[in-house]
């Protein structure tokens, strides 16, 4: 490596620690969230074994970017699941307090580690591929060069120790931020089935850049806070949800289907309170 390489691939380094620590709000959240829903004495646990499954998968990712860049399907499924992890879980809590009565449901510890899994790895590959596409270009192959790429992933994931500690007591203090988790989750899965959709109409490639992305997660958090904190807010936008929860209950249905075999191993280790 030359030190004119090393100068270019810094700039990239760089980007990567700052846009990885600022994406990583989304992943943290939704570890969270999905950790809240088991016994008390063990949601610190699935915290940490969750951010073990996020740094192992965005390791995991790295090492197979040029294959999950081929291969779009992977993508497809990726983006289904967290559509589908926001759809279900939203309407799941919509539906148990229609009555006027709060439905609590217990998850495994094993459960809630496999749905966290397996959203720590559909996130991963967004990151990745959002990461390859910021490295410079070897002048020869016209390949993205990969060292930057993996120091700067790799420091970045640091970010997600960082945060979480946070996350839990974010919840507990905001409970709003509980569903706003999985809204952020759901925002991701969009993008990847925008980004997949466009390459399929018009045999192009685009990425939506990292900033929008961050743009978007600041922007629905604070939608959610005002809605936490503003009556009026909460009118204005109650016949808006009001019209949207059936579609993302059948959309979650229809998702359902695709993912049965996963959903079905999702259920055999979960278990009701």
């Not at 940490?48 to 996020?54: F, H, I, Q, S």
Request: glycine share 8%.
């Amino acid at each position: 490596m030359t030190l004119q390489d090393l100068l270019s691939g810094l700039p990239v380094i760089a980007s990567l620690v700052i846009i990885e620590g600022l994406l990583s709000v989304d992943n943290v959240l939704g570890i969270a969230a999905l950790a809240k829903e088991l016994p008390e004495h063990q949601q610190k646990k699935a915290i940490r074994l969750g951010l073990v499954g996020a740094y192992g998968f965005r390791v995991l990712a790295l090492l197979v970017a040029a294959w999950l860049i081929a291969n779009t399907w992977v993508r497809w499924l990726g983006a289904g699941y967290l559509i589908w992890l926001m759809c279900s879980h939203l309407t799941r809590h919509g539906s148990a307090q229609a009555g006027g009565k709060t439905k609590a449901v217990a998850a495994s510890l094993m459960g809630a580690l496999f749905q966290i899994g397996l959203m720590d790895l559909s996130l991963s590959m967004d990151n990745v591929i959002a990461a390859v596409g910021l490295a410079p270009k070897d002048p020869l192959t016209r390949l993205p060069v990969m060292w930057p790429i993996y120091t700067g992933v790799l420091i970045a994931i640091l970010a997600l120790q960082a945060i979480a500690p946070h996350a839990l007591k974010l919840l507990r203090k905001y409970p709003v931020l509980e569903p706003t988790a999985f809204i952020l989750i759901g925002f991701v899965g969009g993008i990847l089935v925008y980004e997949e959709a466009y390459h399929v109409i018009t045999a192009g490639v685009l990425h939506i850049p990292p900033l929008f992305k961050f743009a978007g997660i600041l922007l629905i958090v604070f939608v959610a806070l005002l809605y936490s904190a503003d009556a009026s807010v909460r009118r204005l936008l109650n016949p808006l949800i009001g019209l949207v929860t059936p579609v993302m209950r059948g959309f979650a249905a229809l998702v359902r289907l695709v993912f049965m075999p996963i959903t079905l191993l999702a259920g055999a280790v979960r278990w009701k309170a």
